[in-house]
């Protein structure tokens, strides 16, 4: 499956941002989806992860409360709503799908999107 993320920017501290993560070649479906992230000069990061029906989801202590994963099989596509961002969300967000079950776990992802900036001024 190949996936394409987009909807990265720069937005203010206490600003929102809505990514999305397009998916085509396969089943959508089939897949849990997941979102990372990789801030600058560190390693990447679990944000959130969704399985196949959007019904059960994930998410990083960091993230918990302020973004919210989402997902619509009928379009190929994954959400990201972020709110009440903050500087130290400022990273690479990268969509990731797994054929395996919903996880944390980075290597678990099989395929994975390009990448989208992310960028919160103070």
């Known amino acids: 499956v190949q996936l394409q993320a987009s909807g990265g920017g720069l937005v203010q501290a206490g600003g929102s941002l809505r990514l999305s993560c397009a998916a085509s070649?396969?089943?959508?479906?089939?897949?849990?989806m997941g979102w990372f992230r990789r801030p600058p000069g560190k390693e990447r990061e679990f944000v959130a992860a969704?399985?196949?029906?959007?019904?059960?989801?994930y998410y990083g202590d960091s993230v918990k409360g302020r973004f919210t994963i989402s997902r619509d099989n009928a379009k190929n596509t994954m959400y990201l709503q972020m709110n009440s961002l903050k500087p130290e969300d400022t990273a690479v967000y990268y969509c990731?799908?797994?054929?395996?079950?919903?996880?944390?776990?980075?290597?678990?992802?099989?395929?994975w999107g390009q990448g989208t900036q992310v960028t919160v001024s103070s």
């Open positions: 070649g396969r089943t959508f479906s089939a897949y849990a």
């Open positions: 990731a799908a797994s054929s395996s079950s919903l996880t944390r776990r980075e290597y678990a992802y099989n395929y």
């Open positions: 969704v399985n196949w029906s959007g019904g059960i989801t």
